[in-house]
């Protein structure tokens, strides 16, 4: 068995049909992140102008990072405005380079995210198939199906359970923020999960102390 192969751009991961036999299988829709920098550390000329020109806007420029304030004002100036403080501070858990300390972002994982967001933003528009701004269960699942992910259904029902109940019985819908980090959630735990399964095998042997730590950043990051 083994995982889906990755696919160069998002178009051509829409509507494949996974492996049914398959335990479990993943691809990765966005193909490899591009070197955007120059040798300084700052942008590289071919990166997008607007990733520069919103990166500038919230003064990463000044200080070459941008810190939670500074990202939500970067990505309101490429149209997503209204993001929640959960997710950007969940954007910059995620992205943050594994050296660094703070929670905060350089023009690498800044030009990752937003190259990143544009994909998912991309997903949701396509899936989101009643053009209500949010997505019912039924559309998550097809997002989740056809971009490879076969989650038992189990755990597709207990993200349902997570996600659409409004803690009252009522179900509500995912609007944008809550679809990104849903997804954003299941691909990189999938990713951890690899890792300790080499073989593809769909198992893996974890100790009490490498769970924990795969699972509770994740956990905090929504604190």
Known sequence: ????????????????????????TYAYPYGQPTNQLGSSGMFSPETHPDIVRSFESAGGNRSGFLDESELRHALSFSGYEGISNRTIRFLLFIYKSPAESLLRLGPKEYAELWNCLAQWRAMFDRY?????????ALELRDAFYHLGYMLPSSVLQLIILSQFDDGTGNTVDLCFDRFLECGMTVKSLTEKFKEKDPG???????????????????????D
């Open 1 to 24: 068995m083994a995982y889906a192969p990755s696919a160069p751009e998002l178009p051509e991961s829409f509507g494949q049909q996974v492996d049914e036999e398959a335990r479990y």
């Open 128 to 136: 989101d198939r009643d053009r209500s701004g949010r997505m019912n």
């Open 200 to 222: 593809y095998t769909g198992y893996a042997t974890l100790s009490y102390d490498a769970f924990m730590s795969m699972v509770i950043p994740f956990i905090a990051s929504y």
